[in-house]
């Protein structure tokens, strides 16, 4: 079956607001307070009214808002956005190059009216950042149509009797917009293209996680009109989800009922009406903002810094002799930029690696607690515990050391040689307990010592046996 | 310049070395830059100098507008509205991109509830201006405007769309110069311009248009009571003060509490009120302008006093320190003899609250029973702006007993019962 598609990828950008300095903090507490609001319909430049705004207001719905003390007024509509936000834009020409796009000199800040209530203002901001890109595919390239630079919406968390409740917690994290040309030409395509994109926002300073990115597709057939589906979570149900709608779109042909709309993912690859497609009506100028000016020089900055992606990255790391194991998790872990600094401190890629991968996730598995928070215990120490090699400690105590730390021990004291004489201790345990064999007395060692190097361990009680 | 040729609105296809980008050409603040409006609604701009070719696909030309017809219901009151400008009356304008003046129907179209509470039957604009561009004479014109209007018997009361910056003088000027009223004076404003979805103006308008066919006949600012599209105050002309640059809720009653709370289903009255009667208005427009406000700071020289006289002011408001304080003997440099002296040349001195919120009291410290022996007014609890703008108006009367004046509660201006608002 033939079928015309473009995708249209949204991804969160791991830094601040777009056009607040509030951090990008999703909140599960209860809010500090909350606002009540209504939204009008409002006509943009052409002067008409959008069909897509006047079918929400048709519903005149009210809408809480939940504020939290990671908001400020800008979120609440009470404050003009402050210019925007420069490591977004960064950021946002990263990937922008990374796609093969050329980028926009001079673009325009945008309102697009959105008047569901999920942003406070009535409209999403938004600006191009790049246009004619592509990505290549095994069916051919793909083009990229344009790059956009935008704020995401509010959260919906409730809506009955036409109250809607929203957490301002995510109005405002900046979001790249990537839409594909409508190159896509199977659904199997569509994934690949959906994956190779994925790949390239992964290597940026994206946010990760369920909800950090969104990927709708516009897709007809011929004889039929153009559909937007939104909000596929998992690439893998696409393919299910694209044929789905290919059945629809027959059957609305069948009964001469095409029309352009905007449809609902669900989980079980058949999609839901959402609203009729929006027009050209919905966007207008951002008067609060000048002109975005993208210069060369920033250009040429974001080019110098443009991050590897994860194919590149695997070559880059095997040049430090590291194993197949610890590359896949520094990759994993996206510990990369890490790993980089850190070698700085001590040039022994192995030992790096471990302590940012497999070194935490053995003690969160020992301590029963979950990785990211001994991880975030550890990121602050990572540097002053490495650089006491060979000079308090040796490269065998950096496991106990960081344990320790990760219990609740000060630096200053973690770093503590242990006042045990290992020789000595090992010593005694074979004049107490006579006759037992090698592995018998290193378990008796590792049980009653952790965190002492089991090779050192060995070495010691193999010339005291001896 | 090939680009000379270009007019907003026009549909056009630029070539640059690139490619080719087709587009509606919008009004450019940069010299440098064409913006063009994308199929896809951006809005990009293109160099000038990076341009190739331009090619004109169709020529931009003026669509009719559609007016919106209010319908008139008989049994409903007749309001009349003034238009003065500022963000309530502004809106985008697609040549520009910036914020242009509108016209009436705009601002209706935004709340058209408004038609099941009153008939707008009479729109006047006697001036478009945002409110920081006012003047005195702006403030004559506009109360000649609106004793019209009270006194056209067909009419039930006035909304007044103004902009927020100096929205409390005009308010402050108009309850001065109108004295008693007959009818409803409602200012009305907006913190979001009009033309974006959650404009301020909706509710605020409908509920200027609920306080303009009630009972109360006294000038009130109308806006928003907090952050929520909820309810609106009635706040009183003289009592109220813009506190904030962008929130909704920007005005706050001080020293008093507001006439009423509005909302879409309530109106609920907060206070009493100057009831609607049958007698005609009468306008007292006239306003001295040769009038200063001035801040008093650390370390400030008082030859600054000197400086006004000289240049032909007849009054100062002076916002003082604490219960009314200048910096006194104790100070490198003393006001009160420069004072003294100014008040003993015929200038008008008053002293106002610089803390805004209460009264002020010169008996409690030595400077300030000092202050009161150079002759200087203490204003009480009257905020600074509406002791500007009654010092204005009271000069401009040549027989009046200026101080007795300033001390006579004319329009609200006083509290005698400060309660626990704060």
New interface residues.
Partial sequence: MEIKAGLEIHQQLDTHKLFCNCPSILRKDEPLFE?????????G???KIDVA?VYEKSKNEVFIYQVYDTNC?VE?????PHEINEEALHISLHIALLLNC?I?????I??????DGSN????QR???IGH?GFIETSSGKVGIE?I?LEEDAARIISAHGGVKTFRLDRLGIPLVEITTKPDLKSPEQVKEAALKIGEILRACKVKRGIGTIRQDLNISIPGSRRVEIKGFQEPRIMIKTIENEIARQKECIKNNECRNEVRRALDDGTTKFLRPLPG??????E?DLP?L?ISKKQIDYARKTLPKLKSELKGYLKEYGLNDELIKLLLKENKIEEFKSLIKVIDNPNLVAKVLTLYPKEIAVKQDRPFDEVYEILEPVFESVLNEIDKTISENDVKGVLNKIVSGSSLKDALKKETINLEEEIDNLVKEKPGLSEGAYMGLIMAKFPGVSGKEASDILRRILK | MKEKTLSPGDYVRLTTKEREWTGWILESYDPEVILLKLESGYNIGVKESEILNVKVLKKFKEEKKEGIKFRRDESLPNVAMIITGGTISSRLDPKTGGVIPTDAEEILKIAPKISEICNIVKIEKPFMKFSENMDFKDWKILAETCANLLNDEKIKGVIITHGTDFLHYSASALAFALGKLNKPIAFSYSQRSIDRGSTDAALNLLCAAKYAVSDIAEVAIIGHKDLNDKICLAMPATKTRKMHTSRRDAFKVINDTAIAEISESDFKILKEFNAVNSENVKVDAKFNEKIALIKIHPGQDPKILEFYAQQGYKGIVLELSGLGHVPGKGAKKNWLLIIKRLVKKGVVICGAAQTLYGKLDPMVYENGRELEKTGLIFLKDMLPETAFVKLSWVLGHKNWNVKEKMLENCAGELNSRLGFEF
């Fill in positions: 606002v009540e609001r209504k939204l009008n319909p409002v006509s430049e052409t002067g705004a007024l609440l509509d009470e404050e003009p050329k926009f000199p001079v673009a325009q945008m309102r697009k009216t959105v008047i406070t203002s009535g409209f938004s600006v191009l004619d344009t956009a050209k009506a919905r966007m207008y100028p008067t002109l000016k």
